[in-house]
């Protein structure tokens, strides 16, 4: 378990570097702050969430999917933040 940790913390590592220091495009860079931004946490709660209101009111089951959806990823997402267990990307900054 630990050769598979040390591997996808390297190559996490890595990409970090790439995307941070090696890749210098303007474009790219405000693409993907609107895309961190657009995919946040909160934003896609406030979409689930009026979804599932929204489709209460319709008897569609879409919002319950979504809902029961959210809740995996976030669990699957936090369980291997847990697991893999890294300093955050500004550690890697000097």
């Known amino acids: 378990m630990s050769t598979l ?9 890595r990409l970090y570097l ?9 474009i790219l ?7 961190t ?3 946040d946490t909160p934003a896609v709660i406030a979409f689930v969430l009026g979804v599932y209101i929204y489709s209460s009111s319709t008897g ?3 919002g319950r999917h979504l809902l029961l959806l ?3 990823s976030e669990g ?19």
């Open 37 to 39: 931004r657009l995919f």
């Open 76 to 94: 699957v997402t936090h369980l291997i933040k847990i697991i893999v267990n890294r300093a955050r990307p500004f550690c890697f900054d000097s």
């Open 29 to 35: 860079d405000r693409l993907l702050l609107g895309l």
């Open 18 to 26: 790439l995307f941070n220091r090696e890749i210098q495009n303007k």
């Open 5 to 13: 940790k040390g591997y996808v913390l390297r190559s996490d590592i």
């Open 70 to 72: 959210l809740c995996a």
């Open 60 to 62: 569609h089951p879409i």
